[in-house]
């Protein structure tokens, strides 16, 4: 069964760091391009970071640039997300997916198909 699950969300001061995790299971994550999302309340589901699968470039969100660091651990099956400095604004439930091989833009959600359930991540002081 192919799953993925995220981690390490949890409430933060601003200004704090935390480390995602998005483990898969059922399938190995070498052989995909890897995206985090956000959805905070009322808001559309945006997409945060992504690292190809190809080469290992990576491509952040102007929001989240110089603060964010997305990497992968093959041997682990695990992708991560490294959140420093982070913001009120950050707050949001944080998904990882796999994106389907298509053309779609790396932050277009549509362009992925499989999902975690995903985390929640809230910075308030």
């Known amino acids: 069964q192919v799953q993925l699950v995220e981690s390490g969300g949890g409430l933060v001061q601003p200004g704090g760091s935390l480390r995602l995790s998005c483990a898969a299971s059922?399938?190995?994550?070498?052989?995909?391009?890897i995206g985090w999302f956000r959805q905070a309340p009322g808001k559309e589901r945006e997409g945060v970071s992504c690292i190809s699968e190809r080469d290992g470039s990576t491509y952040y969100a102007d929001s989240v640039k110089g603060r964010f660091t997305i990497s992968r651990d093959n041997a682990k099956n695990t992708v991560y997300l490294q959140m420093n400095s982070l913001k009120p604004e950050d707050t949001a439930v944080y998904y990882c997916a796999t994106h389907d091989g298509g053309t779609t833009g790396w932050d277009v959600p549509e362009g992925y198909d499989s999902w975690g359930q995903g985390t929640q991540v809230t910075v308030s002081s």
């Open positions: 059922g399938f190995s994550l070498d052989y995909y391009t």
